[in-house]
């Protein structure tokens, strides 16, 4: 900054990415179109997790064509969770969105945020609306209300804010201790990164808002049945392990979500006359239930100091 000009506010978009120059590409041309609010300065942070494919490559090609300032970060050790970590202690902003290296946000997608924060100063954390890229996809991992809620209660976690749409004030987060490194895609635990922060924040009493003029588009990729039957085998491992943690240090109020995920069936059981219909139609739609004993053991046999 020279002369009087008034100082601009600092928002830092963060990426997580492993061996998806693909879809990442995609995800940095969006980005590279944002519109972006008068008085406010984005900072992109990517965190290289080990890539072996021409992720470096293209990083550097993209920061080019970025009307802002964009940082690479190496994280060798595997795991999202870590990666972000690493982004949190270096980013510049008060505010620090989130976004999956195969997500594609809306033009006004920074500014939807901006404006949340603004709006509301006691807003801690906020998630927004994810749409499928390519209706040829599983519609899977979306968020499609169209309703804004804050989160009022325990029971409303699950699905509330998914992490590929999230943002957040920074010291908010870090006062947590971050995200818990044993969770999410690439790490030991496999997946619910997001969820146990979001249960974590919850916790602490932040101000949480789904608000579904923040849009981004999954380009996933998932086409086939199988590819969701193992998405699903590897979100129920996360939640054993979630489970896990929260019931060991005594927070029992957990089970409510377990206990809201088996009531519909359980209910329809012995409600309706065909009792065996309703048991096989539900046994298929969970046949990767048997994953969460095993992500509790798994817990259980790496538990360390978290937060």
């Not at 002369?3 to 990442?24: C, D, F, K, Y």
């Not at 609010?37 to 080019?64: F, H, K, M």
């Not at 054993?240 to 929260?246: Q, S, V």
């Not at 060991?248 to 065909?274: C, K, S």
Request: hydrophobic share 40%; charged share 25%; glycine share 8%.
């Amino acid at each position: 900054m020279t002369g009087n000009a008034p100082e601009q506010a600092v928002i830092s978009i963060v990426i997580v990415t492993r061996n998806r120059a693909g879809t990442l590409r995609l995800t940095l041309e969006a980005i590279s179109q944002l519109a972006i609010p008068d008085g406010l300065l984005p900072e992109l942070i990517i965190v290289d997790n080990g890539s072996t494919d021409t992720t470096p490559d293209l990083i550097r090609a993209a920061r080019a064509d970025l009307p802002f300032a964009c940082r690479c970060l190496h994280e060798p050790t595997p795991g999202v969770s870590g990666a972000r970590n690493r982004a949190l202690e270096d980013a510049r902003g008060a505010i620090t969105a989130m976004i999956d290296d195969d997500c594609l946000p809306a033009r006004d997608w920074i500014a939807s945020i901006w404006r949340h924060f603004q709006d509301d100063p006691d807003l801690d954390l906020v998630g927004g609306r994810i749409e499928l890229h390519d209706q040829s996809q599983q519609p899977v991992t979306v968020l499609l209300s169209r309703q804004p809620k804050h989160l009022t209660r325990t029971a409303d976690l699950r699905n509330f804010i998914l992490g590929c749409n999230m943002a957040f004030r920074t010291e908010r987060v870090l006062s947590l201790g971050g995200y818990d490194p044993r969770f999410g895609p690439g790490a030991i635990l496999r997946s619910g990164d997001d969820f146990d922060l979001l249960y974590r924040a919850w916790r602490a009493g932040f101000r949480v808002l789904y608000a579904p003029d923040i849009v981004v588009t999954h380009n996933h990729g998932r086409t086939s049945r199988r590819q969701i039957r193992e998405l699903e085998r590897r979100y129920q491992f996360g939640r054993g392990a979630f489970l896990a943690k929260h019931l060991l240090a005594g927070r029992g109020e957990v089970l409510t979500i377990l206990w809201l995920r088996l009531r519909p069936p359980v209910r329809a059981f012995f409600r309706e006359p065909d009792r065996l219909r309703v048991a096989i139609r539900y046994l298929r739609r969970v046949s990767s239930v048997y994953m969460l004993p095993i992500g509790a053991v798994r817990y259980l046999m790496t538990r360390s100091p978290s937060p």
